[in-house]
Structure formats: structure tokens, C-alpha cells
């Protein structure tokens, strides 16, 4: 089964750091360009960032908000994507995806999502 | 930080048909593919529509997008009481780097 499962969410406060993973199975985890989405409660689905896979260069991209606080890495041996979030703001807290594309098929689209982690920013 | 426009929300009654717009821009809709969102609430997004007009596997046909120049648009056909959810457009935004940016959201209702 194709499936994405986020952990390490939960409650920090203002300036603090908190480590998001991604589990990923069923698919070929090391081929995929992987990103993280977040969702504030009650708000609409905001793009945080981006890696590519290896082959691709690796690198990332992330969303004007989040640019030198937030870092996304990805273990391709262990399957399983990282967001390190740094120097935390209020308005980081929100429903935590990660999500990408695995179909041949799909182009240009997040055709797999986990169901989310939690983190609240909060004193 | 959206950059693709929604209207907030849009209803018909059962059976009927319901247009949701997508508005953009150069760097992301007009020069990229278009993909659409469906959110139940409490649960993940899940993809109806990518490259503009193609379907998944398991969407009904009673889902359709298009796209003209900088604006998509999806259509619900058919409209049914389990279509009711938040909807999100996504285009890729190549203007200075690769950046994926979601609509405004929009919640279809339906009467």
C-alpha cells in the first residue's frame, strides 16, 4: 500500500525547533521529489517546500515564510523525510503534510498525502 | 501568501452544476499545468484534476478542469450531497524559483 505517515509534531514555544518526519512505503521513495504542506486551522493549504531526489541534485526550495528558519532533508534509506523548523513563530502552527507525486501517469501534482501532524507554536 | 484566487464559496442545488474559477498569472498558471484539490473536512486533500483536465483513476467524469491563459476552472456536473468539501487549484510558480502555490480555497455547498 502506498502510504505516507508524518510524525513529531506537538506543542513548542515561541523561538523553539521541532524535527517533522515523513515515513514513506509502497512506492520508490528515493525517486520522488517530496514537499511539505501546511494548513492552519481553519485555513486553506499553504506549499512550504520542496527536495528533490538525489539524481535531481537534491536540492530544495522552500516558501517566502518559512525560508531560513525551516529545512527539509530526506534519508533515502530509511524512506522517510525530515522538516526541521526553527526559531518557531505563532503562525507556523498548523496541520503538517507531507505529499508527492508517484504516479508515471501524474505530472504536476500531489498525488499521495499522510494525514498530517500537528504543531502548535504557542507560550 | 495565495496567489491563485478562489471565490470563497459557490452552491447549487442536487443535480446541478457548479463552477469554480482560478485566477493566476504568468508565472504560474499561464506557463504551468493546473492541478485540483478536494478537501473533506478533518481529512488530507486529495487530488481530482492534474495537467489542467486529466482525471484520476476512481474521479468521476463529473469532474472536469480547463484553463485559459492565466484561469482555470473546474466543473462539478451532477452536483451530489458527497461532492460537498473545500476545493483548492495548485500551479507550480516559476517566476524567480521553483515555488508550488495553492488557490484560496473554495467551499462548494450543496442547497
Known amino acids: 500500500e502506498v502510504q505516507l505517515v508524518e510524525s513529531g509534531g506537538g506543542l513548542v514555544e515561541p523561538g523553539g525547533s521541532l524535527r517533522l518526519s515523513c515515513a514513506a512505503s509502497?512506492?520508490?521513495?528515493?525517486?520522488?521529489?517530496m514537499s511539505w504542506v501546511r494548513q492552519a486551522p481553519g485555513k486553506g493549504l499553504e506549499w512550504v517546500g520542496r527536495?528533490?531526489?538525489?539524481?535531481?541534485?537534491?536540492?530544495?526550495d522552500y516558501a517566502a515564510p518559512v525560508k531560513g528558519r525551516f529545512t527539509i532533508s530526506r534519508d533515502d534509506a530509511k524512506k522517510t523525510l525530515y522538516l526541521q523548523m526553527n526559531s518557531l513563530k505563532t503562525e507556523d502552527t498548523a496541520l503538517y503534510y507531507c505529499?508527492?507525486?508517484?504516479?508515471?501517469?501524474?505530472?504536476?501534482?500531489?498525488?499521495?498525502w499522510g494525514q498530517g501532524t500537528m504543531v502548535t507554536v504557542s507560550s | 501568501q495565495s496567489v491563485l484566487t478562489q471565490p470563497p464559496s459557490v452552491s447549487a442545488a442536487p443535480g446541478q452544476k457548479v463552477t469554480i474559477s482560478c485566477s493566476g498569472s504568468?508565472?504560474?498558471?499561464?506557463?504551468?499545468?493546473v492541478s485540483w484539490y478536494q478537501q473533506f473536512p478533518g481529512t488530507a486533500p486529495k487530488f481530482v484534476i492534474y495537467?489542467?483536465?486529466k482525471r484520476p483513476s476512481g474521479i468521476p467524469d463529473r469532474f472536469s478542469g480547463s484553463k485559459s491563459g492565466t484561469s482555470a476552472t473546474l466543473d462539478i456536473t451532477g452536483l451530489q450531497t458527497g461532492d460537498e468539501a473545500d476545493y483548492y487549484c495548485?500551479?507550480?510558480?516559476?517566476?524567480?524559483?521553483?515555488?508550488?502555490?495553492f488557490g484560496t480555497g473554495t467551499k462548494v455547498t450543496v442547497l
Open positions: 505529499t508527492t507525486r508517484h504516479l508515471p501517469t501524474v505530472t504536476h501534482a500531489f498525488d499521495i
Open positions: 509502497g512506492f520508490t521513495f528515493s525517486n520522488a521529489w
Open positions: 527536495i528533490k531526489r538525489k539524481t535531481a541534485g537534491g536540492t530544495t
Open positions: 504568468s508565472s504560474n498558471i499561464g506557463n504551468n499545468y
Open positions: 495537467e489542467n483536465n
Open positions: 495548485g500551479a507550480w510558480d516559476t517566476s524567480l524559483s521553483d515555488l508550488y502555490v
